[in-house]
């Protein structure tokens, strides 16, 4: 029964398309909010704490203070304290604004639904919101305005491959991506401009995917500084897609060239900790007028990538020389440079390149895909280590609960199956 259970489970996610992935983004999660003023923007927000109590309706315009008092939230007006407040938007338009006030930070705009959790003393923010919403955020944050339309492709294909890869990478959080650098930058609605959402719309379903057709890592940065790295080179795995490739598109951009004066007894002092002396200041000298791995000096050697940590510098990609009591490093690029280079893609598309050639050129031996070409194993389905397809699994339980075509026993048997995964608190 279970067997063909699978094959109605996949012949549902052919037709996912039908409902709208919902996407949970932790909110400013790299500040630790204690305070915040929410306000409704578009329509009327109906608050409601613990699933079902609700607890008060704020009318377009109207604003509520929440602030955290350690193991619960405290809501103005008399609503009460509660771990757990959810705001509803009255229709699919709904948007509303939060706006940290201890400690003090920008309001920011989203669209649709979000859940204030009184978690580690302060206050997780969660925007529940469909997929299209998310990355449209994604590409503006990332790409600006000014783009080319076909770049805001390579974004939303590269932002969609990403989100559907790392889809529960803060299931820990209760969350599935934040909204910084550590997953991808999202800063909520997309209002300037129209292009971002033009673009998600037109790849709608699109990943890059590998030779055995699962999605890929697709990372990118700023600007490679004319050679992109091989993933070796910065993190630990080496992946077939992630080659060095040059880029001659990058040049003259605003990522393309820094310069960097350090003390020349920082440096020394830094280099002896790891190993590495010098005879003589023209030691330190170094060329890097191609991508290395690791600065030397003599037979001892470091990665380049952890002295661009230790030195808070733009990339790993430079060359040091000693000019009186300091080391000049003259370095090209910004970011870790694996991948696609943002600010020469954004180039090739000035210059006629389509989105799929410009995919093709950072991500070797790579294919575009629709979603529903990616054909999960009943393993990847069930497994509880396998991240790659939890989407599948979100449409489906969406689907299923809305669905009247499908059985209680069928139901049953659907959760039963699938129950070894883990899944985000909704």
Not at 128 to 137: A, H, I, P, Q, T
Not at 319 to 338: C, D, K, M
Request: glycine letters at 8%; charged letters at 20%.
């Amino acid at each position: 029964m279970k067997r063909c259970l699978f094959l109605i489970l996949l012949l549902l996610l052919g037709a996912s398309s039908l409902w709208a992935q919902k996407v949970c983004v932790g909110l400013f999660f790299d500040l630790p909010v204690k305070a915040l003023t929410f306000t409704a923007v578009k329509t009327d927000y109906t608050i409601v704490a613990q699933d079902t109590l609700i607890v008060a309706i704020v009318s377009k315009g109207e604003s509520l203070q929440i602030v955290s008092n350690g193991a619960a939230l405290h809501v103005s007006g008399g609503v009460g304290n509660y771990k757990e407040i959810q705001a509803f938007a009255s229709n699919l338009t709904g948007a509303f604004s939060v706006r940290p006030t201890r400690p003090a930070a920008e309001a920011r705009a989203y669209a649709q639904n979000v859940v204030f959790r009184a978690k580690k003393g302060n206050i997780f923010i969660i925007n529940k919101v469909d997929e299209d919403f998310y990355l449209s955020g994604v590409c503006e944050a990332e790409a600006g305005c000014t783009a080319p339309p076909d770049y805001f492709k390579v974004q939303s294909i590269m932002s969609r491959t990403y989100l559907y890869a790392h889809f529960d990478r803060h299931a820990g959080d209760g969350f599935n991506l934040c909204d910084g650098v550590h997953c991808q930058a999202y800063k909520g609605l997309q209002t300037r401009c129209t292009r971002a959402q033009r673009a998600v719309a037109a790849t709608d379903g699109v990943l890059v995917a590998d030779k055995d057709k699962m999605p890929i890592a697709p990372t990118y940065s700023a600007n490679c500084g004319g050679q992109t790295c091989n993933s070796e080179d910065v993190w630990k795995n080496k992946l077939p897609y992630l080659r060095s490739t040059k880029d001659n598109y990058c040049f003259h951009q605003h990522g393309s060239n820094w310069t960097k004066r350090i003390p020349l007894a920082a440096w020394r002092s830094y280099m002896n900790s790891n190993g590495l002396y010098a005879r003589s200041n023209s030691d330190f000298n170094f060329d890097q007028s191609s991508r290395k791995r690791y600065y030397t000096i003599g037979k001892n050697k470091i990665q380049l990538t952890k002295i661009r940590q230790q030195f808070g510098l733009r990339s790993a990609f430079f060359s040091v020389r000693v000019e009186g009591n300091n080391v000049v490093l003259t370095g090209r690029g910004y970011g870790h440079g694996v991948g696609v280079c943002q600010e020469g893609a954004m180039q090739m598309a000035e210059r006629g390149i389509s989105f799929k050639k410009i995919l093709q050129y950072y991500y070797k031996n790579t294919t575009l895909l629709d979603f529903d070409d990616l054909q999960p194993s009943q393993e990847m389905l069930v497994n509880e280590h396998s991240n790659i397809f939890n989407p599948w699994i979100n449409r489906l339980s969406l689907a299923i609960s809305d669905s009247t075509l499908l059985s209680s026993e069928m139901d049953s048997l659907y959760i039963e199956a699938l129950l070894p995964l883990t899944f985000p608190t909704p």
